[in-house]
């Protein structure tokens, strides 16, 4: 069990990323939390080294020194080649200060992370990773890890989470029309289950660029897009050289569908075959070099459907939850004794979208249902009346009446496009965001 290994998946962090069996991504565990204060002598000097001024706080040596150690060994797991130190340090530098800049948003707007939401989190990093979470601090130890550190470090990463949701994922607004648009256009049908795995290198460009930097930009986007047409591992020059926030993961952007990838790219991308390097893009952020690594699926989309009915009864300040289970039992023994399904669960059941049905949920995917009431659902044979199964709201009984396989290729591509289309928004609206929050930091570099 690895639990402290590279993100892959070309999420956006605000510094080198983390992740426990993709649960929780976490950063580096290196990094000390909140802001760094360095002791002051007595003429108002820093007597530990520091390596930049960030407004009012400081980024550290030691925090620079423990950051690049995990980086550098992400690397090596990855197989690739570290780039100079100079280089590696300077894109490693950049990630500190942008994630203390926003350290310092969230405490002026008054975020703080409780010790019940820390502890949940731990829960679910425990559940994911397959240990008690008693068992955890031996687990992080085992690798190396404090876990007091730890705790700090994932306060620190809910904390970054909740900034962004504040100020960018909820400003966020995807209109019905826009998923409407897409499903009829050119990206609908089949190939819209095809899958892209993109990477990139940024040359960015301040948010008021002249004519003078965008030049120079493309410029340096020009010569390391031919370096990767030249042979050059396409990786490696990412993590030296892009100033995207995925540049130490090698510039990828992960498993993505068109509707997924940056608005900018998709035109580009769809014309190149796998290991073709698009011409140069230009976007609000600056200059991109976009490579095709490999593509996969287009198939259409076959999923096992239940005809399901149930009823629920939901435990309340009345009914406790082991009362509530012996109640449906009693519903479900009058059905057994020949009562009507439909009408209990017209006079009995919590669940306002299928009470008034007689319990009808018609034609649904396991994938659609709550865990443990499909886990229930899929032991029955038959017509037979479930024994009382337990989900996330409440007590069920339930009957299937039928099984098929369907084609919901359509269904799937319009959930898919809502929620990519909505990501894609939210990953372009962030890259503008930290652009901002960096362009109105004071930084001073001190070395």
């Known amino acids: 069990m690895d639990l402290c290994v590279s993100r892959k998946d070309g999420g956006e962090e605000t510094a080198h990323p983390r992740t426990l069996r993709g649960a929780l991504v976490l950063v580096c565990l290196a990094v000390v939390a909140g802001p760094a204060w360095g002791q002051l002598s007595d003429d108002g000097e820093f007597l530990e080294g520091i390596v930049a001024v960030v407004n009012d706080g400081v980024v550290l040596t030691s925090e620079l020194d423990q950051e690049l150690a995990g980086v550098r060994a992400n690397i090596r797991a990855q197989g690739l080649r570290s780039p100079p130190s100079a280089v590696l340090e300077s894109q490693v530098l950049e990630r500190l200060v942008l994630r203390e800049i926003q350290l310092q948003r969230a405490r002026r707007l008054g975020i703080e992370i409780s010790d019940e939401q820390v502890n949940r989190a731990l829960g679910f990093v425990a559940q994911q990773n397959g240990v008690e979470l008693s068992d955890l601090p031996d687990a992080l130890a085992d690798q190396g890890i404090e876990y007091a550190r730890y705790r700090e470090e994932l306060r620190a ?220 659902v899929a032991e029955l044979e038959g017509e037979e009346i479930s024994e009382p199964i337990r989900s996330s709201f409440g007590w069920h009984i339930a009957q299937r009446s039928g099984t098929r396989m369907q084609d919901v290729s359509e269904d799937v591509r319009r959930q898919r496009a809502a929620l990519a289309l909505r990501e894609r928004k939210v990953q372009e609206e962030t890259q503008l965001w930290l652009q901002r929050l960096r362009a109105e930091a004071f930084v001073e570099y001190k070395k």
Do not use: C
């Not at 009829?184 to 948010?207: K, M, W």
């Open 157 to 376: 990463q809910i904390e970054l989470d909740t900034l962004r949701q504040r100020d960018v994922v909820a400003r966020v607004y995807l209109n019905p029309r826009e998923v409407d648009d897409f499903l009829r256009g050119a990206e609908a049908g089949e190939e819209a289950n095809r899958e892209y795995l993109v990477s990139h290198i940024l040359i960015g460009t301040p948010l008021n660029a002249t004519a003078g930097q965008r030049d120079a930009a493309r410029e340096r986007a020009e010569r390391l897009r031919e370096r990767v047409l030249e042979g050059e591992n396409f990786a490696e020059l990412a993590i030296a050289y892009s100033e995207a926030q995925n540049a130490l993961q090698g510039g990828s952007l992960g498993w993505r569908k068109r509707n997924a990838l940056p608005t900018a790219f998709v035109a580009h991308v769809l014309q190149l075959e796998p290991g073709g390097v698009a011409e140069l893009i230009t976007t609000g952020s600056g200059v991109h070099v976009v490579r095709l690594d490999e593509t996969r699926g287009g198939d259409p989309i076959i999923q096992e459907q239940w005809e399901l009915r149930h009823i629920l009864l939901q435990p309340n300040e009345i009914r406790d939850d082991d009362a509530t289970r012996g109640e449906i039992a009693e519903i479900r023994g009058q059905i057994l004794a020949g009562e009507s399904f439909g009408a209990l669960a017209r006079a009995y059941s919590a669940d306002p979208g299928s009470a008034g049905e007689g319990g009808m949920l018609g034609w649904v995917s396991p994938e659609d249902l709550d865990p443990a009431f499909a886990a229930g």
